[in-house]
């Protein structure tokens, strides 16, 4: 019922920027949590950064001073501007999202993923 479509992703040098997008649609009432996650090869799926619908943020260690994190309530989307990126930030970006849809249920939808690669 609810669908997530990152776009951003791709191949940058070592110290550049990468803006990731996610676009949230379908029986939306209202999205509480958006948030971006990234799986490495070979390891476990881990948090890069979320945002509550008031704007509050939690970053990663691994993120704090390099992303940012925003979102457009009015479009469902969120956003995670990524500077001085390192070769170690490569992996599958995962946009996730949990609200209420509007038949009154719960979602927690995950995108399909968007490849970032950090390689001179």
């Known amino acids: 019922q609810v669908q997530l479509v990152e776009s951003g992703g791709g191949l940058v040098q070592p110290g550049g920027s990468l803006r990731l997008s996610c676009a949230a649609s379908g029986r939306i009432l209202g999205i509480a949590a958006m948030g971006w996650y990234r799986q490495a090869p070979g390891k476990e799926r881990e948090l890069v950064a979320v945002?509550?619908?008031?704007?509050?943020?939690n970053y990663a260690e691994s993120a704090k001073g390099r992303f940012t994190i925003s979102r457009d309530n009015a479009k469902n989307t969120v956003y995670l501007q990524m500077n001085k990126l390192k070769p170690e930030d490569t992996a599958i970006y995962y946009c996730n999202a949990g609200g209420r849809t509007t038949g009154f249920g719960t979602f927690d939808t995950w995108g399909q993923g968007t490849p970032v690669t950090v390689s001179s």
């Open positions: 945002i509550q619908r008031g704007g509050t943020t």
